[in-house]
């Protein structure tokens, strides 16, 4: 429980984890929702808890390490005076022993203006709500996903601030693209080659630390032709694999942090034909999967 005495906000969010970390989210409880839930220290037992959080409450950010961020100027993250915050802390063990985990979070912020952008955030996840689309033969072969995300109707850009692949052991690529009108790719925005401060191309995807793409400046779609996501997996285990929260099962989501601003009145046909992207809203509407 935050219990600020009026709105914020949050324009820097510092955090520093264990080296074992997989991910820390942070989730913020829809109103009311959050006495769904038992207060305190809880385990995470299976699928069934993380989607009844899914559910109930909206994931403001994911850290896959130590992470200093701000937030373009004119940006924040707001919150309100009944804003309830879900510490979500995953880790990686293989050791034959207990490890001590923990993470410290600084959050910045100021009073709230109304000028403030308010910063919007995005779980693009494969199949959707359908998590059981995600199958993973252990056929020794590249197997290949693509999300074509986009949104006929829509009549806002998404100006992209951040972009982080989420994948687990299996994951061996991970890309994102914007799409032509035409439904092709056009430009490579995200390259899960990248190393994890997205400065260089280190040759290969890194599933357990993988690039944090900040977009400076943020980076406009134009959301009626959208974004392509790829990931693709190998698998040379004894078992079909499905989504899941262990490292042993697989996910393929991409993490987005974005604001929207309205179409302009004029110059539309300009944009169309330039390097776009297109998203849409949460729950997703008007996805496919391959």
């Given at each position: 429980?935050?219990?600020?005495?009026?709105?914020?906000?949050?324009?820097r969010m510092?955090?520093?984890?264990?080296?074992?970390?997989?991910?820390?989210?942070?989730?913020?409880?829809?109103?009311?929702h959050?006495?769904?839930?038992?207060k305190g220290l809880?385990?995470v037992?299976?699928?069934?808890?993380?989607?009844?959080?899914?559910?109930?409450a909206?994931?403001?950010?994911?850290?896959?390490r130590?992470?200093?961020?701000?937030?373009?100027?004119?940006?924040?993250?707001?919150w309100?005076t009944g804003t309830?915050?879900?510490?979500?802390?995953?880790?990686?063990?293989?050791?034959?022993?207990?490890?001590a985990a923990?993470a410290?979070?600084?959050v910045y912020?100021r009073?709230?203006?109304?000028?403030t952008?308010a910063?919007q955030?995005?779980?693009?996840?494969y199949g959707?709500?359908?998590v059981e689309?995600?199958?993973?033969?252990?056929?020794?072969?590249d197997?290949?996903?693509t999300?074509v995300?986009a949104n006929?109707d829509s009549?806002?850009?998404w100006?992209?601030?951040?972009?982080q692949?989420?994948t687990h052991?299996?994951g061996k690529d991970?890309?994102v693209?914007?799409r032509k009108?035409?439904?092709?790719k056009?430009?490579?925005?995200?390259?899960?080659?990248?190393?994890?401060?997205?400065?260089?191309?280190?040759?290969?995807y890194?599933?357990?630390d993988?690039?944090?793409h900040m977009f400076?400046?943020p980076?406009?779609?134009?959301?009626?032709?959208?974004l392509i996501?790829?990931a693709t997996?190998?698998?040379?285990g004894?078992?079909t694999?499905?989504?899941g929260?262990r490292?042993v099962?697989?996910?393929f989501v991409?993490f987005?942090?974005?604001y929207?601003s309205q179409?302009?009145?004029?110059g539309?046909?300009e944009?169309?034909?330039?390097?776009?992207i297109?998203?849409?809203p949460?729950?997703?509407?008007?996805?496919?999967?391959?």
């Amino acid at each position: 429980y935050i219990q600020t005495s009026a709105q914020i906000d949050v324009t820097r969010m510092v955090t520093q984890e264990n080296v074992e970390t997989h991910h820390f989210a942070i989730y913020d409880f829809l109103p009311g929702h959050d006495t769904l839930f038992v207060k305190g220290l809880r385990k995470v037992a299976g699928i069934s808890d993380e989607a009844y959080l899914f559910y109930n409450a909206t994931v403001v950010a994911q850290w896959p390490r130590s992470m200093d961020v701000s937030y373009p100027a004119g940006t924040a993250l707001v919150w309100d005076t009944g804003t309830v915050l879900c510490l979500d802390y995953h880790l990686i063990n293989y050791e034959s022993y207990i490890i001590a985990a923990e993470a410290y979070m600084n959050v910045y912020f100021r009073p709230h203006q109304t000028s403030t952008i308010a910063i919007q955030t995005a779980p693009i996840r494969y199949g959707g709500d359908n998590v059981e689309a995600l199958v993973i033969p252990n056929n020794s072969q590249d197997t290949t996903f693509t999300i074509v995300q986009a949104n006929q109707d829509s009549t806002f850009y998404w100006n992209i601030i951040s972009m982080q692949a989420h994948t687990h052991k299996l994951g061996k690529d991970f890309y994102v693209w914007t799409r032509k009108s035409t439904g092709q790719k056009d430009s490579l925005v995200y390259d899960g080659r990248k190393d994890p401060t997205y400065s260089f191309d280190q040759g290969t995807y890194v599933w357990n630390d993988p690039p944090y793409h900040m977009f400076d400046p943020p980076l406009p779609v134009y959301m009626t032709n959208g974004l392509i996501h790829e990931a693709t997996y190998f698998n040379s285990g004894p078992d079909t694999v499905h989504f899941g929260l262990r490292t042993v099962d697989e996910m393929f989501v991409t993490f987005i942090l974005y604001y929207e601003s309205q179409f302009p009145a004029s110059g539309i046909n300009e944009i169309k034909s330039a390097n776009n992207i297109i998203t849409y809203p949460n729950p997703v509407n008007d996805v496919e999967y391959f």
